[in-house]
């Protein structure tokens, strides 16, 4: 048939049709008029103009573009860009030392306790020296 083809996509193993990729659209054509109707291992050939498959990055920006930017807005005076710092620097900038004290403590007392059951479930001969580690 002495074609231009660039490429041959069959979607599944055992599918009754293919797709044919031309470089260019003379070639697709030339290739449509060639295929359609000829014969090839009994039977006729049918061809016609398929349309692309959408683009990922063009299908992404146009929705970005439909829904807006998902970017953080910028903080526009220095007081809240200073709040901003603050908090992302040290958490607890705002609250006074004595309940920053209690409140590290209760985190802490937490994260032994998981531990210990931790300890536990992994090694039962451990739970008598935990249970007593619990009681001091």
Known sequence: ???????VKAPA????????????AEERDKGLTTLNGAKFKA???????????PDPFVKRKNEEAREGSNK??????PEEQSLVLR?????????????????KMKEAKILINRLGVDLVKTNP????????????
């Open 1 to 7: 048939m002495n074609l231009n083809i660039s490429k």
């Open 13 to 24: 193993i055992k599918s009754k049709w293919a797709y044919v990729c031309f470089p260019s």
């Open 43 to 53: 039977a006729i050939l049918q061809a016609k103009v398929a349309d692309p498959a």
């Open 72 to 77: 953080r807005c910028k903080v526009e005076t």
């Open 87 to 103: 908090s992302n620097v040290s958490p607890l900038w705002n609250v006074p030392y004595e309940e920053q004290l209690a409140q």
């Open 125 to 136: 001969d451990l739970r008598q020296w935990a249970n007593k580690q619990k009681a001091e």
